[in-house]
C-alpha cells in the first residue's frame, strides 16, 4: 500500500464540462474525506464518507457535486457544468473511524476551469 | 461556526532563531489538536498531535485551555523546516483546518 492516490493529477477543463475524480484510500482505513483547497487558503472539508456511507456533506457542496464510494473502497468526486470558481485542488484524505491518528492525505488533483 | 485560526499569513525568520507558528481554536470541547506540514511540492502531512504529547523534528505544541491556543514552537529555526503549517481541530468528527502559515527559513 502505498498510501493515498489520487487521479488525475491535473485537469484542465471548459467551462460547463463534467469532471470527474478519482481517489484510493489506505486500504485500511474506514474513513474517506473530500477537500477543497485553494490559493492562500488552508483545505475545505466538502464531505466524507465512512466505508460506503456518505456521513456528512458541507455546505460548501452545491447540487453540482457527487460523490460516491461503492462498497467502502476507492471513491469518485464528479462535477457537473463546472465554473471558473470550481478551479481549486481537490485533496481526497483517510483515516480510520476514529481519527487521532489523523488523516493521510493525497497529493490532490488540480482543477483548471477555463 | 467552529474555526481554527492562525493569524500569521508569513512568518520570516533566520536560521538558528526560535520559531513560534500560532493557532487559536474557537472550540473547546474537543482535546484533539493538529498541526500538519506540507513541505514544497510534496504531500500535506501530519507533524504531531496533541494527544501524544511528541516532539517531532524539533517541534512542540502545548495546549493552552484558558487561551484556546495550540501553538507550534521550535526553539532553533533550520533551513529545511520552511514549509505551510496548518493548525487543524475536529469539532465535529471532520478536521477543520486554519488558513495555514508560510514559514520561511532564511540563511
Known amino acids: 500500500d502505498t498510501g493515498v492516490s489520487q487521479d488525475p493529477r491535473h485537469k484542465i477543463t471548459k467551462r460547463g464540462q463534467n469532471v470527474t475524480f478519482r481517489c484510493d484510500p489506505i486500504?485500511?482505513?474506514?474513513?474517506l474525506y473530500w477537500y477543497r483547497q485553494t490559493l492562500g487558503q488552508g483545505p475545505e472539508f466538502l464531505t466524507y464518507?465512512?466505508?460506503?456511507?456518505?456521513?456528512?456533506k458541507s455546505r460548501l457542496l452545491s447540487d453540482r457535486f457527487s460523490a460516491e464510494r461503492p462498497k467502502g473502497s476507492f471513491s469518485t468526486l464528479e462535477i457537473q457544468r463546472t465554473e471558473q470558481g470550481d478551479s481549486a485542488m481537490y485533496l481526497c484524505?483517510?483515516?480510520?473511524?476514529?481519527?487521532?491518528?489523523?488523516?493521510?492525505f493525497g497529493s490532490g488533483t488540480r482543477l483548471t476551469v477555463v | 461556526a467552529q474555526r481554527v485560526t492562525q493569524p500569521e499569513k508569513l512568518l520570516s525568520v533566520f536560521k538558528g532563531a526560535p520559531v513560534e507558528l500560532k493557532c487559536n481554536y474557537s472550540y473547546s470541547g474537543s482535546p484533539e489538536l493538529f498541526w500538519y506540514v506540507q513541505y514544497s511540492r510534496q504531500r500535506l502531512q501530519l507533524l504531531l498531535r496533541h494527544i501524544s504529547r511528541e516532539s517531532i523534528k524539533g517541534f512542540t505544541a502545548d495546549l493552552n485551555k484558558g487561551e484556546t491556543s495550540f501553538h507550534l514552537k521550535k526553539p532553533f529555526a533550520q533551513e529545511e523546516d520552511s514549509a505551510m503549517y496548518y493548525c487543524a481541530q475536529p469539532p465535529s468528527g471532520v478536521l477543520i483546518f486554519g488558513q495555514g502559515t508560510e514559514l520561511s527559513v532564511k540563511p
Open positions: 484524505a483517510s483515516s480510520f473511524v476514529r481519527g487521532h491518528t489523523g488523516y493521510t
Open positions: 464518507f465512512q466505508n460506503e456511507a456518505q456521513l456528512e
Open positions: 486500504s485500511e482505513h474506514n474513513r
